[in-house]
């Protein structure tokens, strides 16, 4: 079992920054590949980033790219997102993941335990 607890979260204006943090406790998630994703009020869960467990390879959604940058510090059991030129459309709760595959998926259905998700807010 992993437990995982987002934290960073926030207001912020827009085109400014947050680092989202992710930490894991429990079994440890060094072979999980970790994602994030995020949900706004009446819509569905989207894929924002995810990452291997070797940090290696890593992928984002087209609407993030370029603004936002996944890491990965294992010795710390720690996922991190750096989020810049926030936009007021970013605003949702946000949620990390860890998929025992490893597969860096960008669906949801491949993540095995979840967060309880940090709100983060861009006010225009």
């Known amino acids: 079992q992993v437990q995982l607890v987002e934290s960073g979260g926030g207001l912020v204006q827009a085109g400014g920054s947050l680092r989202l943090s992710c930490a894991a406790s429990?079994?440890?998630?060094?072979?999980?590949?970790v994602g994030w994703f995020r949900q706004a009020p009446g819509k569905e869960r989207e894929f924002v980033a995810a990452?291997?467990?070797?940090?290696?390879?890593?992928r984002y959604a087209d609407s993030v790219k370029g603004r936002f940058t996944i890491s990965r510090d294992n010795a710390k059991n720690t996922v991190y997102l750096q989020m810049n030129s926030l936009r007021p459309e970013d605003t949702a709760v946000y949620y990390c993941a860890a998929d025992s595959s490893d597969s860096c998926a960008s669906s949801p259905y491949a993540y095995d335990y979840w967060g309880q998700g940090t709100q983060v807010t861009v006010s225009s």
């Open positions: 990452v291997t467990w070797s940090g290696a390879i890593a």
């Open positions: 429990g079994r440890t998630f060094v072979r999980y590949s």
